[in-house]
């Protein structure tokens, strides 16, 4: 029995790694997908892989504007809205030192702006017991070097999952989150390291994690599923780390 029957949902940055994963589970559990990015290549790639069915759209997680114009859209396919995957985001990493203004707004502008004002457009054509699931980050509970806007954006999503729910719970909203550790995803990759510098990095960061290895994009858009469901009906608020013991141990 397939879990998202009829289904209709929106993923944002839907193009590669955990988004499209995700893509690719909702759609195997029957529902209906839109989903987003901003790079022509993956948003072409995307749209061959997922097939007709999926409507593969451009739009800048950053802007306000946009997220309006993105909940237009879903309107338009959809009519109403039962799943809002809030995955696009960027992942910044540079000493203190290193950071700019317009690179800390920018930061700030796609990971925490982008999707507070993308579900304030969506909340008119939400289904009733609609549900949505965040892509949060271990990042946000513990204190690794390099890291300090990107902890502080996705902390503030976590933030956002409690007030969130609360404030939505009574028109029959589900907001929770998935926090994903290091997972094999193209995300390491638009670092602009060096293969090998990348590399070095890769194991140093497998050392922190006690189960010994990265997550799969798979791990986490399972997870996603359980709470886009309705198996996770009384999960309201709720956090899932899944980062092999990184935050525990």
Known sequence: MQRLPGKRALITGGTTGIGLETARRFIEEGARVIITGTNPAT?????????????VLSSDASSATEQRNLATAVQAHFG??????????????????????DAFDRSFAINVKGPFF???ALLPIFAPKASIVINGSVNAHIGMPNTSVYSATKASL??????????????GIRVNAVSP????????????????NLKQVAISIQEQVPAGRFGTSREIADA???????????????ELLLDGGMSEI
């Open 181 to 196: 550790g290091p997972i094999s995803t193209p995300l390491y990759s638009k670092l602009g390291l060096s293969e090998d």
């Open 158 to 171: 976590i933030s956002f999952v409690r007030t969130f729910s609360g404030e939505l719970i009574s028109r």
């Open 80 to 101: 109403r809205l039962d799943i809002l995957f809030i995955n696009a985001g960027l992942a910044q990493l540079q000493p203190i030192e290193q950071w700019t203004e």
């Open 118 to 120: 993308l579900v304030q």
């Open 43 to 55: 948003l072409e790639s995307a749209r061959h892989e997922l097939g007709p069915d999926v409507l």
């Open 224 to 238: 996603v599923l359980f709470f886009a469901s309705d198996e996770s009906n009384f999960s309201v608020g709720s």
